[in-house]
DNA sequence: GTGAAAGCGCTAACAA
DNA sequence: TTGTTAGCGCTTTCAC
């Protein structure tokens, strides 16, 4: 039923000229009479004349699209990171094809596929969480497209990659918790095949050291890949016989739940358990005790990102670039014991 | 830098065969020699062919893209229903391009031209909440692109629609709040140019009257554009002589900003004021109290709005659909007085 | 300043 | 079963 779109030759035939004196009417950058060049732009406005830019594309080689890969949309982390990669790709007049792989390694690579095909001129990726293997990013990489990790990032490629400092603040974060008195701190890991869950380890790990508290395993609890189990953990932990006296929970949500569980069980904290957060959401300064957390500027990492990739895009130099982001621990009352 | 891509053109050189017969073996559904065809599939897996759908599609003359505009990723709502977006249409073998208008109407204008100029073969919007004039979806519609709203809809346009009772579930939860002994009910409402603002206003001003409660100009509070004004907002109602027993926020975390102003201000909720929030967010679980909430479902909007995108995509029959998504309240502690 | 023609990668009607 | 050809909408070289 679509009526076909008004093409340059529609617009030719109607004024008896050519086409090539239409495309260079309105792509402005040659000689065309300013007479023939008003009548041109006139009828196209009249008309409401939308290039096809898939010709476009076609023809130039370059599609002026980037695409992305995110784990999940609903991942506010992410959702404010899109937010800057479209920022900056609009204002360099790019769209942007925003792909999830939904957490999984199948559904990634045929992502990565997908925007192949579609012929992006770059590639903005996240990993989802299952990713350990890196073959499809390899291939991508032997195209010579360029491509550009975000805090999700991947080591040992020939790739671009814009991270934030995970083991520093973590153990930054975790000597806080010992300076206000935590001995016996808990800590929930991601998946240790992903760059961000190991540093942020080495990071808790570091600090007990250095402060010549022991480690003990069972105070590490390894989350699980896509069962949320924040429910199973607290129970877990509460149940211990050295119950720990602090948890650095995996985001957020994970710790306010925690929250509501340990103060259901009649603790409180963060006197007896100090919690804290990860990713610094606006909800921590609206709840009781107001929750401390870490701070990932993810619409700063997505825009330095995307700039990164269009720079290599624009200059069709790609030599890799590791550009680091800053985060901050923000303490609020979750983790500030009044000391005795 | 790039190297170029391998095309079909390449595939048949090296096989001495014509790119006819490449793109038949390719697509698989043409009569072609089963060992030319074998030859084929496996030169084009070894070269790591990707087809050029940038070329199919303007072959083709469709994109199999479906383009969205929402207000916002970083809003729930539209994250989630953005992902019941996708899974319809990768279903079907689309891909999905999303952008946003950031609230704002140029925005709103620019994306839908990028949009039709990228071909999209539909259109999926929820309305920026500027938007109060429509020539630029009258525009797309007079071009026969098929275009559904979701959630923020538009009426009197020949589209399609996907929307929630807000004005049927409102007037339940303005009911809920004044048998809960509530009888100074404030309400913050949306701008009155969107649809479902409108609704919901509609919906609590009828409670009201069906329960012969008057209506009372300063409880409700006309919510700004942009700015967020809750605390403001908060202060002004908590300020008032005849002090509300019952605010009706216009989201969840409003609603728990709210709720955090109050209790610092030495008053109780619900028994001094119950706050009712929008969206469910899974948050309103684990604050305290509980937060009462209305539940959209905003996956299965953005479902319902693809699938009936991609039917009249496909069938090329663009007979407007209305389509309603129940919504429900959600009663928890925020709003469940014990009874006197 | 303008037009004719070629070609981007692919599909499909037609011919062989 | 296969090859030839035309053409999708656009840009760009070349010739005038």
Redesign the interface.
């Known amino acids: 039923?679509?009526?076909a779109?008004v093409t340059i030759k529609d617009i030719a035939r109607l004024l008896g000229i050519s086409k090539s004196t239409v495309s260079r009417a309105l792509s402005g950058n040659a000689d065309v009479n300013p007479d023939t060049k008003r009548k041109v732009l006139e009828l196209a406005r009249k008309l409401?004349y939308?290039?096809?830019?898939?010709?476009v594309?076609?023809k130039q080689q370059r599609?002026n699209t980037l695409g992305v890969i995110i784990p999940?949309?609903?991942n506010?982390f992410f959702?404010?990171a899109?937010?800057g990669i479209?920022k900056m790709a609009n204002l360099a007049g790019f769209?942007?094809?925003?792909?999830?792989s939904d957490e999984s390694y199948v559904t990634e690579k045929k992502n990565l596929?997908?925007l192949?095909?579609?012929?992006v001129d770059g590639l903005l990726v996240s990993v989802s969480r299952e990713t350990d293997r890196y073959d499809h990013f390899e291939?991508v990489i032997s195209?010579?497209?360029p491509l550009v990790f975000f805090d999700r990032i991947v080591e040992g490629l020939e790739a671009s990659q814009v991270y934030s400092d995970n083991y520093e603040v973590t153990k930054e974060a975790t000597h806080h918790l010992i300076a206000q008195g935590c001995q016996r701190i808990a800590f929930v890991a991601g998946p240790q095949h992903l760059y961000n869950s190991r540093n942020r380890l080495r990071g808790y790990l570091d600090a007990l050291k250095e402060s010549n508290i022991p480690v003990r395993d069972n105070y590490i609890i390894q989350s699980q890949y896509k069962l949320d189990k924040t429910d199973e953990y607290t129970r877990h932990l509460l149940k211990m016989k050295e119950r720990p006296d602090a948890v650095f929970a995996i985001n957020d949500?994970a710790a306010?739940?925690m929250?509501?569980a340990i103060?259901k069980a009649g603790l409180r904290v963060p006197d007896d358990i100090a919690i804290l957060g990860f990713n610094n959401e606006?909800?921590c300064?609206?709840?009781?005790p107001a929750l401390s957390s870490i701070d990932h500027p993810a619409y700063d990492m997505g825009a330095a990102a995307a700039e990164i990739l269009l720079n290599q895009v624009r200059n069709?130099?790609?030599e890799p670039v590791r550009r680091l982001i800053q985060s901050r621990l923000v303490v609020r009352e979750s983790t500030h014991r009044l000391k005795r």
């Not at 300064?285 to 009781?288: I, L």
């Open positions: 039923m679509s009526k779109p409401d939308q290039p096809n830019v898939v010709a594309s076609l599609t999940e949309t609903v506010r959702a404010k899109v937010g479209q769209n942007v094809i925003i792909c999830q596929q997908a192949v095909s579609s012929r291939a195209k010579s497209i949500y306010l739940e929250m509501h103060k606006n909800i300064r609206f709840v009781e069709e130099s790609i």
